[in-house]
């Protein structure tokens, strides 16, 4: 059992320009690009082409891969769970990109979302535990989204509310320039979690999520954290209570 301090990462940076791109273009229309840059340059130049557009995400990923204290890659070998004292607050934000391509909007928000997490990492007495980020495609838009952990709401609505945070400024402008452009869109949804109303299973996978969280106490899921319903405390934890109908102790995959 270890109580977790939170090592927090920025899984994915949101106002990089190339990650925003590849993920606002579907993959069928670099394919397409590049069968047309093949047919119209000479060879070397569309090799040239296309070096310019895999190498840096390939740099990237031998970059994170070889590096040594990369927590991403710290896999926790087995079935873990994670419990965290008191209420706490789950809250998700996000942006997405309506028009054909990124917009200067969309990387100033990315910008400011990342000024603002830092913060967050920097202050822990602000009440943030834990960040999540993703970059996704909707639609054929460019889409990210921020999965975050709060101590209480009052944290969250304290943070939000100072004039003196990160926040303040960039949710002001945001606000202004939603009554009149259509082309960038942005939402959050908050959820109360109360104690002990909650679970958690990671199985082979490194620290992230409620398991990468300040103040949570991780521990391997055995004994009654064995199933879902003996982590929410509705059952003792045997195995058979939450297996699906037919299937045997042989079938278990832990």
Not at 75 to 80: A, F, L, Q, S, Y
Not at 84 to 104: K, M, S, Y
Not at 154 to 159: D, F, Q, S, T
Request: charged share 20%; aromatic share 12%.
């Amino acid at each position: 059992m270890s109580r977790n301090p939170g090592n927090h990462r920025f899984v994915l940076k949101a106002s990089n320009p190339l990650l925003v791109l590849t993920a606002h273009v579907p993959l069928r229309v670099w394919f397409g690009l590049g069968l047309v840059s093949a047919c119209v340059f000479p060879k070397k130049y569309a090799l040239v082409l296309g070096l310019l557009c895999l190498g840096p995400p390939i740099y990237t990923t031998v970059k994170k891969f070889f590096k040594k204290d990369d927590n991403w890659l710290k896999v926790n070998k087995g079935r873990m769970t994670a419990k965290i004292e008191g209420d706490f607050v789950v809250f998700l934000i996000g942006a997405r990109n309506n028009a054909p391509l990124p917009t200067q909007t969309f990387k100033e928000t990315g910008d400011a979302m990342m000024a603002m997490q830092h913060e967050l990492e920097d202050n822990p007495d602000l009440g943030c535990l834990g960040i999540e980020n993703y970059v996704c495609t909707d639609a054929g838009r460019a889409s990210v989204m921020s999965v975050q952990y709060w101590r209480s709401a009052e944290h969250l609505r304290a943070y939000a509310a100072s004039s003196s945070n990160e926040h303040f400024r960039p949710w002001a402008k945001l606000m202004r320039y939603g009554k009149t452009h259509d082309d960038f869109g942005f939402w959050h949804e908050t959820f109360l979690v109360r104690d002990g109303e909650y679970e958690a299973i990671h199985v082979n996978c490194p620290p992230f999520g409620l398991l990468d969280c300040r103040t949570v106490v991780v521990d391997k899921a055995s004994g009654k954290s064995t199933t879902m319903s003996g982590r929410l405390g509705k059952g003792d934890g045997t195995v058979e209570q939450d297996w699906p109908e037919g299937f045997t102790k042989n079938d278990t995959l832990y």
